[in-house]
């Protein structure tokens, strides 16, 4: 059970990872503002594996742009991802609960937002991963649901049917079912992030890199 466990947690985690820490290719040709330059260096510390700076550095930007749900967004990230795999309970707690708070802030700007609520489904998997046995039973409907809700609301966001396959893939693998029913997922989140708006700079990107390694690790 541990190593399926584990094999959720570095799933998640990876997955988020790579698909957030890409730094934004369609910057404007004029000159960055104020809030531009600080995203920036936020993806650069967190690429140059600084998260916590980086986090920081988002909170600081969620403070002077009080209606933007992005910097909010990234702090609950990084705070969700730091949690897989973190052993520590008061430390996890701590970290889930500033994600939680940024989160609702997020939310609050953003509401019905899929891509804030797939952040929700992972922390609830955060928990999961911790304490399987404590937190399975409590949070794996909530997680699902949210996946179910982000793609009634948005069916053809590539990030969030690409995070509900990876979601029902480790799950599948938890209770020793087979995956295949999930490729086809990860087949139409790569054609569909070739069509898919991405609606202004900083915002959530598609990470096709990462989709083609989970597929070749578990649809071939």
């Known amino acids: 059970m541990q190593n399926v466990l584990t094999y959720l947690s570095l799933f998640l985690t990876i997955l988020v990872m790579q698909g957030q820490t890409q730094p934004a290719s369609d910057a404007n040709a004029a000159a960055p503002t104020k809030y ?8 650069g510390l967190w690429k140059d594996n600084h998260p916590w700076e980086a ?21 609950a990230l990084i705070n969700v991802v730091y949690s897989f795999g973190e ?24 509401p019905d937002n899929p891509d ?5 489904a992972q922390l609830y998997t955060a928990w999961i991963v911790f304490d399987g046995q404590q937190y399975g039973m409590m949070y794996s409907p909530k997680a699902s649901g949210l996946y179910e809700k982000a793609l009634a609301i948005d069916p053809e966001n590539p990030r969030t049917i690409m995070a509900r396959a990876e979601w029902n893939i480790g799950s599948a693998k938890y209770f020793g079912e087979p995956v295949e029913a999930y490729c086809k997922d990860i087949e139409r989140a790569m054609k569909n992030a070739e069509t ?9 990107r598609f990470n096709l890199e990462r ?9 071939q």
């Open 211 to 219: 989709a083609k390694q989970v597929l070749a690790e578990n649809c």
């Open 87 to 110: 052993k520590d309970k008061s430390k996890l707690s701590e970290q889930l609960a500033k994600a939680q708070n940024f989160i609702n802030d997020a939310t609050a700007l953003s």
């Open 55 to 75: 986090a920081n550095m988002f909170v600081r930007i969620a403070k002077a742009e009080p209606d933007n749900w992005l910097p909010p967004y990234y702090v």
């Open 36 to 43: 531009e330059k600080g995203m920036q260096e936020a993806f």
């Open 196 to 204: 898919h708006p991405t609606k202004e700079e900083f915002y959530p």
């Open 116 to 120: 804030i609520m797939v952040v929700q």
